[in-house]
């Protein structure tokens, strides 16, 4: 029997995308997954609470966390975005929450919730779900396509959706069928630094200003950085990870990354000393800082690295110290020689390319019936429930299109 649709992949997208055609009429759905277990990436995101969505609801607000994919999201996003993904979970049953930050979890805070509500929904409404049926090929036949999955299993579909996610066998079925492949790198992940000077304020988080030099390219970014026991994480950090995830890569995870630890210039700073100076003359530099927002031992970690003296009082520092201070507040320059483990969240930067994609219904221009959503795009966005976003959105619409055709 050929099938209006088979899927590839068990993921968020492919669950979307299954619900979404067979609400609209499409008959014979199939997901074919290629491990035991469908959605697993749920399962383990935002630490077993999956942080499914976010509350920023304005659209050019929204593609601001996509570095690659940005443009073509507005148009998708206009037709299913982070509201009506709140709104379509909720109509289904499952509670979510809106975190202080705008990241959407399960009430619940478990994301086993999120899998038993994708799963119910589509056992009702008739999707077929064959797990451990890794697909390896696919050919072109008259009316459709013929796939070949796992043990020698063929399907026949009018229809097929890739979503296989960061997965390589995804990129490589696109490829057969003539898809042209963005070079997949990583994205989301922290700087290591050979700099030792901060291993003493590993788990401090605070907001700073950064900037990433690349080879003369420059990244600019502000938010909570995350100090680790080799370097640095945190939002701010992960962020800067994903827009520079390619030229990092290119350049072998070195860079220059400057910390404006005070989030202020250097007059300020300036300012703020000289009469912190005067006013704890008598006082040791090393036990009273200035600056509130800097932890403790921060400060003394920096006034180490710059050999002052433990004992020194504010009196007695020479100016040449203060202004070193300053410039090690305000503009510190760590060496980054590599990249980190990554954060809770990892995701690939490249697959399939945008140009050979209409947008309007996320079918490939170059093989008729062939569609994709998902990770296996050259999408991702930066953390905060982004990456599940648009594997929502490119899933409702490829689902929706193939059965308004
Ligand atoms: C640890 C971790 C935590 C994360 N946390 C979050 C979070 O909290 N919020 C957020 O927005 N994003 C998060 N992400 C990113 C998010 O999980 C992905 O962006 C998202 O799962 C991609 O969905 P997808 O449907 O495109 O692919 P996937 O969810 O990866 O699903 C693809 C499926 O296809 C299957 N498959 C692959 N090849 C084949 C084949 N040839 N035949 C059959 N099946 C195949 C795979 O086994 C897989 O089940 C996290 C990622 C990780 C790794």
Redesign the pocket.
Known sequence: MISDLVI???????FMAAITAISRGLRSVVI????SK?L???R???GGR???TNACCDISNLVNNYPRGEKQLIGLFNRFSTTEAFDWFQEKGLSLKVEKDGRVFPCSDSSEDVIKCLTSVAKKSGVTILTN???QKIRIIEHGFKLLAKGNNLFEAKNVLI?????P??RR?AKSLGHSIVPAVPSLFSFSTCDKSLRSCSGITLDVQIKLNINNIKYAEKGPILITHKGFSGPVILRLSAFSARILNANNYKGELKINWLCMNESEARLILDSYKVENAKKKVFNNKPFDKLPRSLWKAILLGLNIDSQLKWADISNYQKESLVKCLIMKTYAINGRGPFG????TAGGVSLKEIDFKTMESKICKGLYFA???LDIDGVTG?????H?WTSGWVAGGSIVLK
Not at 32 to 35: I, V
Not at 385 to 389: A, K, L, R, V
């Open positions: 590839i992949g068990g993921g968020a997208s492919g074919l997954e290629a491990t469908v697993e990436k749920v383990i995101s935002g999956c942080n499914l049926s890794h697909v979503c296989t996610g960061g997965h066998s995804g079925l809770d969240e990892f995701v998902g990770e296996v429930g982004f990456n599940f976003q594997c």
